[in-house]
Each structure stands twice: as structure tokens, then as C-alpha cells.
């Protein structure tokens, strides 16, 4: 059964390969196109993906273009890219590519002169021997843009003209056209302290700067505001941002996983991925909310406050898993099944002195607790495989419901070598069956008012205390049940007043009040 289900995995890109998968940190793909029998888009990733010119000396484009239906590459393509910096033609040529996946390197140069930039962009690379005036793409020939792209923070446009497919000397009736949008984040820099010591983290927002950015020590959670035009909410496809933690910083040694809110609502669990393997010095931690969940968060400012904590217990659970070759794999999943009905997977390949494998190929099948099967093996016909430059894949799978799934990893080969045989390893895994609602806590505006009075010496202790006895008596705020421990005393620490000061703020979130409300509870300085 095992052999026959490899097989399928290898031989199932023929007949059928569902969309359920998508990239979650990567480019942007246009609206589907009908294109003869079917319909095609274009979509654009950069590699890396967290670049930006202070950082990196020069950056992958990949352009794909694809049958949505099928997910496979439409192949001999010619296009015609051009890129913008606002109004600004930066970029405007022709390339040619056999198997459908145009990379295209990018060396930014910043000393341009000129009015109009593209006089200052020069373009490398082998001419194709048919189509006229196009450079050639291929993984031992990658053409190059060198000038004044990607030299600055902020959005691009890539118009990608279709101007042949299927065979190179094959024009289409109509040159078609796909947009997106590539957006180059700006880098901030920000210190936070933990017993006593400082420590640099470095953000990189893919909208506005942003402000508030503050560690808590005794929570260990991390919050920031950013700027949002909620009016044009329908118009914002994600908002994102990357933070650079530093190995180093103990109070996050351990963490693996967070959790989070927006305004005050939390966040679906696939909008954070700690990633502790892309860089040597660093942690990354992604943020990113999609535009289906993001008008959920809508407030009277033009914010959007947020707070990410750790979780108290992980939820994500890894597997290793170690092939013929050597190559050791650490797949690992978020095991909760929120109303999202997608998870996040990732997998890290490693070589045999435990280094990450650079340009792994790989595939995998999952069999849902129905028994469907989802599979991918990349869409490139001619090259099986989803190619991974740097070892290190991220996946968001649609799971739409709870249960056990089993899941296949299929090695297929290195860059342009294709194993002998594939190696494959199989593992099983379970998502829970409770579904996390994602809804705001329905606490009423006049506690947090009465909060931020308490904060400002405008009402006193016994005020503050006599408000919260009532609303856990009432059940509006739930204290989980703990232990008093005190004698009674009437002094409330400082602390307890600048937490009520932030929470009323909204520089933390409804949790970390709690925290200092079980503090009191325990202390025996509120009875409940």
C-alpha cells in the first residue's frame, strides 16, 4: 500500500492537483485570465523574501505562469515585463522561458541621474536564438536587471505582458496582460530590555512605520500600533511584517509558537509563524493577516493595535524525519483547527553535517480523515518538485475539518539533478476538534474608561477594587479560579495601576489586565 501510494504521489500531477495549498509569505498572484480552454495567471514572489537593499546586494523576481485549474506552468512562454516605481518605468524587457518559471536576478543600484529611470537600467544575459530581442531564462543562464529597482522602500508594479505561449514561435491573438504588486518593506530598528540588558530587533513593515513598539518583560509579550486607512480596507490585500529576534534573547529561548490579538480580537493561528531557521543570528516571526480577516478588526482610529504573546503551551508539533541520502527533514504543523480551516505547515531540510540543504526538491500527498488526497509536486512538468532555494518551505494547507490526516514527504531531487529513485517518509497527525471562535471579548468601554481614571488618580483604590468585584461577581470579566494567598492588604503594587493605564490605552491586551487582576485575587487584596 505504502509503494502504491508513493507511486500515486509521483504520477498524480497527470490527472489532477487541487489549489489547496498556498505560499504564505510569498509574492502576490493576479486574477485568472481565460486562456483557451482554461484560465492563467501570473504570479510574482522575490527570493529572498524578507529583502530590502540595506540588507541584500541583489534579489531573485520569479514570474510563474500557470492554468489555475491544473496548477502546471504553461510552457515556451514569452513575456514582456515591465516595472514601475509609482509612475516611474523603471524596468522594460523581453525574456524567453522553456518551463514556464521566468527568474530574473535584480541588482539594485541607487546612483541613477537620469529623469526618466529606466535609462539608467542595463540588461544581461544569453539572447534567445528565436524570439527576437528576448533574453533567454534558464538554471544555468539566469538574465539580469541592474539599476534603479527595488532601491527603495514601498510599492512596484510588474506588468507582465504574455505575448507567446505553448511554442516560442507561437504569438498569442492578443498580447495578455496580469499586474502585481511587489512592495519592498521598510527596515525600523528597535531596542527592548529584559533584566537589565538591551537588545536590538529589527522590523521590516511591509505599510507604515510603525510606533509603540514595546516588550513586556513579565507577560513576554510583544506589542506595536501601525497606521491603517480603514476606509480603504477592501483595497488592502494583507498587511505584513517580518521582526529579526535576536538568538540570543532569553526570554524567548523556548517559544515556538504565539498567540495574538488585533484591536482586541485574536488572530487566526496561521497570522504568526516563528521561524528559527532562516537565519543563523536571528529569529524571525511573521505577521501577516489577510483582507478576509482584517475588516474584523476595524475600529474609530486609523490603527491597528496588536499584541502577540507567547502561547503557554505549544501548539505546534514537529516531526523528523531522516531519507536514505543523509538529508534530514523537521516537518511541523500547527495542531489548531481554527475557523480559518487552514493550517500553516513548514518543513526544513537539512545536509548531514546538519546544515540547511540548499535547492531540495520535494513533494508530498496528504490523505484527509475522508480519505480524499491532496497532492504537490511543483507545477513544472519537466522538473517534479517544489524547489526550495534555501532548504526551507512554508505551506498554508486547507483542512476543512478536524481529524486524522496522514501525510507524505517525497525527496525528489537537488537543483537540476533528479534522484534515482525518490525517498519518501510518512507520518500522521491529528488537528483538534474544538474550533477556536475568533470573536471580540464583549467587555464594555466603561471599564476600561473607569480603568484609565483609576490610572490617572481620578477615582480611587477602593473605587477600582469595588468596579472589578462587581464585574467578576456579574461574570463580565472571568477570572480564572486562583488561591488567595495574602492577608488582605489594601496596597495595590504600581505596576497593577500602569498596567490598567496601558490596558485602557490599548497597549495591551485584555489578558495581560487579567494577569494583574489574578495577582490581586491571589494576594487577597480583591475577594471575589
Known amino acids: ?9 509521483i504520477l498524480a500531477l497527470a ?12 509574492g502576490e498572484q493576479a486574477p485568472p485570465i481565460s486562456f483557451g480552454s482554461g484560465e492563467v495567471t501570473v504570479s510574482t514572489t522575490l527570493f529572498p523574501a524578507d529583502f530590502t537593499p540595506q540588507k541584500y546586494s541583489d534579489v531573485n523576481l520569479k514570474l510563474r505562469f500557470f ?29 524567453f522561458d522553456r518551463d514556464g518559471e521566468l527568474v530574473v536576478k535584480i541588482q539594485p543600484k541607487s546612483n541613477c541621474t537620469q529623469e526618466d529611470l529606466w535609462k539608467c537600467t542595463k540588461y544581461y544575459g544569453d539572447v534567445d536564438a528565436v524570439v527576437p530581442n528576448a533574453l533567454t531564462s534558464t538554471p544555468s543562464s539566469i538574465p539580469v536587471i541592474s539599476g534603479p529597482v527595488f532601491t527603495q522602500s514601498g510599492q512596484y508594479t510588474v506588468k507582465t505582458d504574455i505575448i507567446g505561449a505553448k511554442n516560442p514561435k507561437t504569438q498569442t491573438s492578443q498580447d495578455i496582460r496580469f499586474e502585481t504588486i511587489i512592495i519592498i518593506p521598510n527596515e525600523q530598528e528597535f531596542k527592548i530590555s529584559s533584566s537589565g540588558i538591551d537588545y536590538q530587533v529589527f522590523a521590516k513593515n511591509f505599510q507604515g512605520p510603525l510606533t509603540n513598539f514595546q516588550f513586556d518583560d513579565s507577560s513576554k509579550s510583544i506589542s506595536f500600533e501601525m497606521p491603517f486607512d480603514w476606509e480603504h480596507v477592501a483595497h488592502v490585500d494583507f498587511v505584513k511584517n517580518y521582526f529579526e529576534i535576536p538568538k540570543n534573547f532569553l526570554p524567548l529561548e523556548n517559544v515556538v509558537s504565539f498567540d495574538g490579538k488585533a484591536n482586541g480580537i485574536q488572530l487566526f493561528p496561521i497570522d504568526l509563524h516563528y521561524d528559527k531557521y532562516s537565519d543563523k543570528d ?4 511573521h505577521f501577516m493577516i489577510h483582507n478576509d480577516e482584517l475588516k474584523k478588526f476595524k475600529n474609530s482610529d486609523s490603527t491597528l493595535k496588536v499584541v502577540i504573546t507567547p502561547e503557554s503551551n505549544s501548539s505546534i508539533i514537529s516531526k523528523d524525519l531522516f531519507f536514505d541520502n543523509g538529508i534530514k527533514a523537521i516537518a511541523s504543523y500547527d495542531s489548531r483547527y481554527s475557523e480559518s480551516k487552514n493550517i500553516l505547515f513548514t518543513i526544513a531540510f537539512f545536509d548531514s553535517k546538519g546544515e540547511l540543504s540548499n535547492s531540495i526538491r520535494y513533494g508530498y500527498g496528504i490523505k484527509d480523515p475522508t480519505g480524499k488526497d491532496i497532492v504537490n509536486t511543483g507545477g513544472n512538468l519537466s522538473l517534479l518538485g517544489i524547489e526550495l532555494p534555501n532548504g526551507i518551505d512554508s505551506q498554508v494547507l486547507n483542512t476543512p475539518m478536524p481529524g486524522k490526516y496522514s501525510m507524505q514527504i517525497v525527496l525528489l531531487g537537488m537543483g537540476q539533478n533528479t534522484y534515482d529513485r525518490p525517498m519518501f517518509q510518512k507520518f500522521d497527525f491529528e488537528l483538534g476538534s474544538d474550533v477556536k471562535k475568533i470573536e471580540s471579548l464583549e467587555i464594555p468601554t466603561w471599564i476600561k474608561n473607569n480603568a484609565g481614571w483609576w490610572a490617572d488618580g481620578k477615582i480611587d483604590d477602593s473605587s477600582f477594587v469595588q468596579g472589578i468585584q462587581f464585574l467578576i461577581k456579574e461574570k463580565i470579566m472571568n477570572i480564572p479560579s486562583t488561591q488567595s494567598s495574602g492577608n488582605g492588604s489594601d496596597e495595590i503594587p504600581s505596576w497593577i495601576k500602569n498596567n490598567a493605564k496601558w490596558w485602557a490605552d490599548g497597549k495591551i491586551d485584555d489578558s495581560s489586565f487579567v494577569q494583574g487582576i489574578q495577582f490581586l485575587v491571589k494576594a487577597g487584596i480583591i475577594n471575589p
Open 1 to 9: 500500500m505504502s509503494k502504491f501510494w508513493l507511486l500515486y504521489v
Open 15 to 26: 490527472f489532477t492537483f487541487p489549489l489547496s495549498y498556498a505560499q504564505h509569505h510569498g
Open 67 to 95: 492554468d489555475t485549474q491544473s496548477n502546471v506552468n504553461v510552457e515556451n512562454v514569452s513575456y514582456r515585463v515591465q516595472i514601475f516605481y509609482g509612475e516611474s518605468l523603471v524596468a522594460n524587457q523581453m525574456f
Open 282 to 285: 536571528s529569529n524571525i516571526l
